[in-house]
């Protein structure tokens, strides 16, 4: 059966409607065709012909890609296939043309305003375009390249890193507030912890004076604020005007900034745009410090990153508790369980047969039980099944005197609903030295644990999304077939080697 033939309009409606960006550039670079889908960029095809291919790529990319800049440096060097640099005004055909050249082009919009929203990341193939004179002499008339999209992709590869390298600092984090008792020291730990991910231009605490009741920013750390400042947790003072602007709201413990208000501040050293995330710190309902976050405007801020920032947030009111804990266990019994019941920290305590002998409000909450109701019952009743025996072994590690963290979870009272927490136990004795049974302050991680497994679910559509990928550089390969079988019942020669 003979193959199907299309005319020039077929053909060319066929290019149309493809998806990708089709491209042909003259010898020295200046477009001669483009197909409509160049209109990703905001162009019309029209409006590109007869200018430089420059005109739509990003300004770092274009000596990294232009013949006339990478290849003098490939002079006297073999490369082999493999090796061969690649080029958006490629000369080369087949094997040694430009295959997956990743380059960012920018929007017609946007040309002059560097943002991560005006840049496309896309990928490359192009080979030269040669014709046979009529010596019998080849001669090169130019490039032609598709151009694909990739935003979407990056995008979401970006994201996918970004909540893995903040989930590994979470690590760190936690321990910390579960290690260390100085609320200034953990604050100071904390912005370094943060500003050891690169995900951040600079990270800044600031904690309340106890006695001027002033929230100041944490000193001899780092110095990017040009002028000193004082607030109260009111929002009356001096201060950068993110931070006023976080101590007035009432209903968020986050505020998002965005845009260049910094520069004009008086108080930011940046030269460069960033955005910011405030997160206000709190304890039984009153502000004890902020946590400000710098980050670089050219890329997102992404929910799953402002969650875990929250989590850090509530951290410090955990580590505050742990904080004044510290002070109170050394006042009188009724001091010390009044801060029991309002630490933000679930405490269990069991004897030696794993019965509870006391619970505090916190962690009765947790559970959604009355107190009384845990009183006197053992603590694996209200254990998940799966997590049972795991949980049972690492009491028995606790009496042994291994310190140690543990995740596992618990059963609520209604509906069957379950909570993740993180355990941490030690073993308690009498005066004689004799063990008496455990206590254990549990954490919710239930929130963590809902992002960890958003973050799997995302890790999944990636792979998906680069399958479907791979798919379509198939269906491109069958349709450069299709062409050259077509070009052959014309009569002319083949455009594509396969």
């Known amino acids: 059966m003979k193959p199907l033939r299309m005319d020039n309009e077929e053909y060319h409606a066929l290019i149309e409607q493809l998806p990708d960006i089709i491209y042909k550039i003259d010898t020295d670079g200046y477009f001669v065709f483009l197909n409509d889908s160049i209109a990703m960029l905001g162009y019309k095809p029209e409006e590109l012909l007869g200018k430089h291919y420059s005109t739509i790529v990003d300004k770092d990319y274009i000596d990294k890609i232009s013949r006339d800049k990478v290849l003098p440096e490939y002079k006297d060097k073999i490369t082999g296939d493999q090796d061969s640099?690649?080029?958006?005004?490629?000369?080369?055909?087949?094997?040694?043309?430009?295959?997956?050249l990743e380059i960012q082009l920018v929007h017609k919009q946007k040309k002059n305003r560097k943002g991560f929203q005006d840049t496309f990341y896309t990928i490359v193939n192009s080979e030269g375009l040669w014709i046979t004179d009529e010596q019998g002499k080849k001669k090169f008339i130019g490039t032609i390249g598709i151009i694909r999209d990739i935003t979407g992709i990056r995008t979401r590869e970006e994201k996918v890193l970004c909540l893995n390298i903040l989930l590994k600092a979470m690590k760190k984090v936690h321990y910390l507030f579960n290690r260390e008792n100085d609320f200034i020291k953990i604050g100071q730990s904390i912005c370094e912890i943060l500003l050891d991910t690169k995900l951040y231009i600079d990270i800044h605490f600031a904690y309340q004076q106890e006695k001027s009741n002033r929230i100041v920013p944490l000193e001899n750390f780092n110095h990017s604020f040009k002028m000193k400042w004082a607030i109260s947790p009111e929002g009356n003072g001096n201060a950068p005007p993110c931070i006023h602007e976080i101590l007035r709201s009432e209903l968020n413990i986050t505020n998002i900034r965005q845009g260049n208000?910094?520069?004009?501040?008086?108080y930011c050293r940046h030269e460069a745009v960033h955005n910011t995330i405030v997160l206000k710190i709190s304890y039984q309902n009153r502000i004890i410090g902020i946590l400000l976050i710098c980050i670089d405007n050219t890329r997102p801020i992404h929910e799953e990153e402002t969650a875990l920032l929250e989590e850090i947030a509530e951290g410090f009111s955990f580590a505050y508790g742990k904080f004044k804990?510290?002070?109170l266990l050394k006042g009188s019994e009724a001091q010390y369980r009044h801060l029991i019941e309002n630490i933000n920290e679930g405490i269990w305590v069991i004897d030696k047969i794993y019965n509870t002998t006391f619970i505090n409000s916190?962690?009765?909450?947790?559970?959604?039980y009355e107190k009384e109701e845990l009183i006197g019952k053992s603590i694996l009743e209200y254990v998940h099944v799966k997590d049972k025996r795991n949980f049972w072994i690492y009491l028995k590690q606790c009496i042994m005197g291994i310190k140690k963290q543990y995740d596992c979870r618990f059963n609520c009272k209604i509906g069957g609903r379950t909570v993740y927490v993180l355990i941490a136990a030690s073993s308690l004795v009498d005066e004689n030295?004799?063990?008496?049974?455990?206590?254990?302050?549990?954490?919710?991680?239930?929130?963590?644990?809902?992002?960890?497994?958003s973050l799997i679910k995302k890790n999944r559509m990636l792979n998906r999304f680069n399958n479907i990928a791979v798919?379509?550089?198939?269906?491109?390969?069958?349709l450069k077939k299709e062409i050259n079988s077509l070009l052959t019942g014309l009569n002319k020669e083949p455009r594509y080697k396969l």
């Open 471 to 478: 798919q379509r550089e198939i269906k491109m390969i069958e």
């Open 325 to 327: 804990s510290d002070l």
């Open 362 to 368: 916190k962690m009765a909450e947790m559970l959604i």
């Open 85 to 100: 640099p690649k080029l958006f005004d490629e000369r080369r055909k087949g094997k040694r043309g430009t295959i997956n």
């Open 261 to 266: 208000f910094c520069k004009n501040c008086g």
């Open 433 to 453: 030295g004799i063990y008496t049974g455990l206590i254990l302050g549990v954490v919710d991680i239930t929130r963590r644990k809902q992002i960890e497994k």
